[in-house]
């Protein structure tokens, strides 16, 4: 990711951050919807959970201009997803259902290159993720 690249992100994930409820709402219902088969992994209540991925995002979203400061955070994070039953094929999906929201919620302020920025981050992220949970294959 270039600097700019993360400046965007931080800048867009700032304007969702005071409607951070319904940003996590809008995704689970689109992760749902697109992915029904996950639904019985998470719990009933998804009220917790809302607030811990919204929280999750933050920090790392926050620590995307050091990124080093976030990997500790995120191997665990991905080895933690594991015994959740998450398989690698999960994240593009999650990653689908996350770009989805971040275009509902930003509206107008969703640019090509807004996208490009979350695509990249995500990417970033994710790649790491299924490397630290289920080695590079
Ligand atoms: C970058 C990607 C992801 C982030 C930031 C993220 C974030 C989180 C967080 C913060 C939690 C709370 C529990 C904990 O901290 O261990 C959690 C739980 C969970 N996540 Fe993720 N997640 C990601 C990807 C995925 C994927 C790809 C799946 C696959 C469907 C998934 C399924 C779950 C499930 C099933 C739980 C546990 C619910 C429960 O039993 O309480 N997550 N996630």
Do not use: C
Not at 22 to 50: G, K, N
Not at 103 to 110: F, R, Y
Not at 119 to 134: F, P, Q, R, V
């Amino acid at each position: 990711m270039t600097p700019e690249q993360v400046k965007l992100v931080q800048e867009s994930f700032s304007k969702v951050a005071p409607i951070s409820e319904q940003a996590a709402t809008l995704f689970y219902d689109r992760l749902f919807e697109v992915a029904p088969a996950v639904r019985s992994m998470f719990p009933d209540d998804m009220t917790e959970q809302r607030k811990k991925l919204m929280a999750v995002l933050a920090v790392v979203v926050n620590g995307l201009s050091n990124l080093q400061s976030v990997l500790p955070a995120a191997s665990a994070l991905a080895k933690r997803h594991v015994s959740y039953g998450t398989k690698p094929e999960h994240y593009p999906v999650v990653g689908g259902a996350l770009l989805w929201t971040l275009e509902k919620g930003l509206g107008e302020a969703w640019t090509s290159e807004v996208a490009d920025a979350w695509t990249a981050a995500y990417g970033t992220l994710s790649g790491y993720m299924i490397s630290e949970a289920y080695g590079s294959t």
